[in-house]
């Protein structure tokens, strides 16, 4: 935010977010075109998908992202930076790993199947919504690539195709 964007956003914040129906407020002024324009797009969104609370003070909604963050970051961790260092040498071929997923190795074996889902996220990436600048840049592909693949992981649908596409409009809508 630019520093003389500063009090317009204070004044937003205050007319809308102070209040205790807030998110009947951002309604209203989404309904009509308003929250954009407020700079408080963002702010509606984590109220609108139960991120935060409006019963809450404004400190629990800091601390509420604060946590969220460092969830997010201990799963990049643990799905996208795996701990397994593949420097000892391949034991199972592309080839085995794909027709034996049941391999006497089973993490290069889940090496190998996230590998694979990486590809196909990364394929459909490429193609979403090439004509909006933020969706060409390389630092935010990564972001969406991890974001996915970790859902992926995390749940038992895996990684479909279009998933990509209702990602890259909730992102937009944070952005």
């Given amino acids: ?61 800091l601390d509420s992202v604060k946590a969220q963050r460092q969830k997010y970051k201990q799963l990049r961790n643990t799905y996208c930076n795996p701990n397994k260092k593949i420097t000892q040498g391949d034991p199972l071929s592309m080839a085995a790993a794909e027709a034996n997923a049941n391999s006497s190795d089973p993490e290069w074996a889940q090496y190998y199947k996230d590998q694979e889902v990486k590809k196909l996220i990364n394929l459909d990436l490429d193609r979403t919504y090439q004509e909006i600048d933020l969706f060409l840049q390389s630092k935010n592909k990564a972001m969406l690539a991890n974001i996915l693949f970790i859902w992926s992981r995390l749940n038992d649908v895996g990684y479909r195709q279009g998933m990509n596409e209702l990602l890259a409009v909730i992102y937009l809508a944070f952005y």
């Fill in 1 to 61: 935010i630019k520093k003389e964007n500063l009090s317009a956003l204070a004044s937003a914040f205050r007319t809308v977010l102070l209040h205790g129906d807030c998110v009947d407020r951002m309604r209203l002024y989404g309904k009509h075109g308003k929250l954009g324009t407020m700079n408080l797009r963002s702010i509606a969104w984590k109220f609108l998908f139960g991120i935060l609370d409006e019963s809450e003070s404004i400190t629990d909604w």
